[in-house]
């Protein structure tokens, strides 16, 4: 009897062991199990890589390894942030140069994020990075300005540090307005109250100078532009100047969609966590559009083109295309479900064409020979 009750726990301990063992080798394939993307509402799709010829679309770049933002250079070429903290240089599809950040640490949703160049890049070379690093009291998000020399970073500058991280709820978005102004997104590090806090950085869109100062005309006199966020990942301005921005929606085991799309009004609360989707509360403001209660876009970088803004889509694996109207909400088509996997930065490119990564490197997604890579899209395929 004794050597009975010796022998269950070890078979239970094998048991379990067997069970960890499993489901670490299989983790990539159970978490594409469980983050498996819904398909989108019918009345939603768009246009599959089937509909379009030889050229329309076209991978410009592969064997990237989470790359999260991208910008292109006047002189020719790209450079790309990869989350793991290295930013590329690729011209004409190839690494000309791989520098690592110096500082950026990475767990999770966290890491080297957003990109941006000055409007006088070409004047004095300077570019923005977001990313999360390790500070005197625990991770947290800056904004730091470096001089691009052509092969690597010098003159590193901090604009904006102290900013609330965690593993995830990070933003990280960077741009340059059509004011002349830096815009920043930040998360609010899976502590919701921070985002109903103006004094804190966290869960907000930031407006800054270029060197960091508070433009006089910002709403409460801070940074602080707008204020209520969950996760912001998205910046894109329309041809009348109006801010659009991505945010991510609930998230959970029994908690997911209410993805947003908002039209950004300096000094306006966007809500979170006291309302979602289409829940009213006095002194914040509803989403333009939504994704529902039982739909995820996990939506991501954002752009504007020829009267739509669109965006990636992570969890939903699908490029978003909301086509904006004068008297009416805008209308969603999701393109190349399926056909990518997780999409992430989106940007229009100096030639007029709409570019996009894909992030099926990043442990939720199912990963296809060349990736991760950039796509580029003839935009004409979605007026066909």
Do not use: C
């Not at 599809?93 to 006088?120: D, F, I, K």
């Not at 005309?217 to 940074?223: H, I, S, V």
């Amino acid at each position: 009897m004794h050597l009975t009750l010796r022998i269950r726990p070890l078979r239970v301990l094998l048991a379990v062991a067997a069970v960890v063992v499993t489901a670490f080798l299989f983790r990539g394939q159970l978490l594409r199990l469980f983050m498996r993307p819904e398909p989108p509402p019918e009345q939603n799709w768009g246009i599959s890589l089937d509909d379009t010829r030889p050229g329309e679309v076209t991978s410009i770049a592969t064997g990237l390894d989470v790359p999260w933002s991208l910008a292109f250079l006047p002189e020719g070429g790209l450079l790309v942030t990869e989350r793991l903290g290295r930013l590329v240089h690729i011209v004409d599809g190839e690494r000309r140069a791989e520098v690592t950040v110096p500082g950026v640490w990475q767990g999770g949703e966290s890491g080297l994020m957003g990109l941006a160049l000055h409007p006088r890049f070409r004047e004095n070379a300077w570019i923005y990075l977001a990313f999360t690093t390790e500070g005197s009291s625990g991770p947290e998000n800056r904004l730091i300005r470096y001089r691009w020399t052509g092969t690597g970073l010098a003159d590193a500058r901090a604009i904006v540090d102290g900013i609330p991280a965690a593993m995830f709820h990070d933003g990280g978005q960077v741009a340059f307005g059509p004011d002349g102004y830096l815009y920043l997104t930040t998360g609010d590090a899976t502590q919701g109250h921070l985002a109903q806090d103006r004094t804190s950085l966290a869960g907000k869109i930031l407006r800054l100078t270029d060197d960091g100062g508070i433009p006089p005309d910002n709403p409460f006199g801070t940074r602080v532009y707008s204020w209520g966020h969950r996760n912001p990942q998205g910046l894109a301005w329309d041809d009348r100047g109006g801010l659009w921005s991505t945010e991510h929606g609930r998230s959970g085991a029994r908690r997911t969609g209410l993805d947003e799309l908002n039209l950004i009004e300096p000094g306006s609360n966007y809500g979170w966590p006291l309302i979602e989707g289409d829940a009213t509360r006095a002194g914040s403001e509803t989403p333009v559009l939504h994704s529902g209660p039982d739909y995820t876009w996990a939506p991501a970088g954002a752009a504007y083109l020829d009267g739509s803004v669109f965006f990636g889509g992570l969890r939903g694996e699908a490029l978003y295309e909301a086509r904006l109207s004068d008297d009416a909400a805008p209308t969603l088509r999701a393109h190349f479900y399926g056909d990518f996997g997780r999409i992430r930065a989106t940007i229009v490119g100096p030639d007029g064409m709409l570019y996009f990564t894909t992030s099926n490197r990043d442990g939720r997604g199912l990963v296809r020979s060349g990736d991760d890579r950039i796509v580029r899209v003839d935009p004409r395929v979605f007026r066909k």
